[in-house]
């Protein structure tokens, strides 16, 4: 059985080569900041499970890689010569213990993480406006496990940080970490307030699902603007609301039975905000009516999920009456 302390010790252990990294790019100078707070909220956990996942990471087998992926769809490694069916079983009953997956797909050692959401599809919707991202210093706010920070290292980019406060999250990264060691990308327990006061340092951002989680939806884009450098880009993926007029819907309730949705805006709206905290060369990069085919239960994720959140009898509904959800993807310039 772990120490808490001990643990938060063992875990930031995992992070220095990284942040080795990070420290000589140009964002340096964040490093002492998230090196503070990583610690602080690794020694003290809030997370009743953070020790049960760590114990479970701890039993995970060692395996080399010899070929990974971070280009694919699947997200992937292989060894040489490839896991035996006992070794194998250890791995997914491992990755198992860390259920909900949300996003994915991951592909370990013969080992299918058949996440919640296709985050692949969301990928390629925006790879091609992406291009290539050589060299790029990369920051994905809201991250989740990692899976598009691993996909932006197969495009080109030099670092990129993810910041999740979602402890699974977390969790679910470094035991994708252990098996897929890339000392080039991160994610930390850190959400956006974390950052704000720090200067710009990063070539691209991503907020992808979190601007509708906001109460100040406002305040999330100034932080997004001040952390990007002069001529960065800003990908943003958000609920929008399918409509030619200019609105935002503030659910009174739950929307699609999430408790946290604060506000969806129209294209229009969503393009006066960014315009509002000082974004340039706004344009729309994709507009897709989420479907149970890219977000479902599977394996690993066997909660309710988007099937279990629409009007039964119209499937342009939420159960709450609200549109179903649609979401926009916009790229914007700091200039």
Avoid at 29 to 53: I, K
Avoid at 162 to 185: E, I, W
Avoid at 324 to 334: K, S
């Amino acid at each position: 059985m772990f120490e808490l302390h001990g643990l938060g010790r063992l875990v930031l252990a995992r992070y220095e080569p990284f942040l080795r990294h990070w420290q000589s790019s140009r964002a340096g100078a964040w490093c002492p900041r998230l090196r503070e707070l990583s610690q602080a909220r690794l020694h003290a956990p809030r997370h009743g499970d953070w020790r049960v996942w760590m114990e479970q990471l701890a039993h995970l087998p060692v395996i080399e890689p010899a070929v990974r992926r971070f280009d694919a769809p699947c997200v992937g490694v292989e060894a040489t010569p490839p896991l035996d069916a006992s070794m194998r079983d250890q791995l997914r009953a491992g990755l198992l213990a860390l259920h909900p997956w949300r996003k994915g797909p991951f592909c370990l050692h013969g080992v299918t993480i058949d996440a919640e959401w296709r985050s692949d599809w969301k990928w390629a919707r925006v790879a091609a406006a992406l291009g290539s991202l050589r060299d790029a210093l990369v920051l994905d706010i809201g991250c989740g496990n990692g899976y598009y920070g691993y996909r932006a290292l197969g495009a080109g980019a030099r670092l990129v940080l993810g910041v999740d406060p979602g402890l699974r999250f977390v969790a679910q990264f470094l035991a994708l970490n252990q098996m897929l060691r890339s000392d080039r990308l991160a994610v930390l327990p850190l959400a956006d307030e974390d950052l704000s006061d720090l200067e710009a340092g990063v070539d691209l951002l991503l907020s992808m699902g979190v601007l509708y989680h906001r109460r100040e939806p406002l305040r999330h884009l100034r932080i997004l603007h001040r952390l990007l450098l002069p001529g960065g880009r800003l990908l943003l993926e958000t609920l929008v609301l399918d409509t030619d007029e200019d609105a935002v819907l503030e659910p009174p309730g739950r929307y699609a039975q999430m408790r946290n949705v604060h506000a969806i805006p129209s294209l229009s709206r969503l393009h006066s905000w960014l315009h509002a905290v000082g974004f340039q060369q706004i344009e729309g990069v994709d507009l897709t009516p989420t479907t149970s085919a890219e977000q479902r239960r599977t394996d690993w994720m066997r909660f309710q999920s988007l099937a279990d959140f629409l009007d039964p009898h119209d499937a342009s509904r939420t159960c709450e009456g609200h549109p179903a959800p649609v979401r926009a993807m916009v790229l914007a310039r700091r200039v």
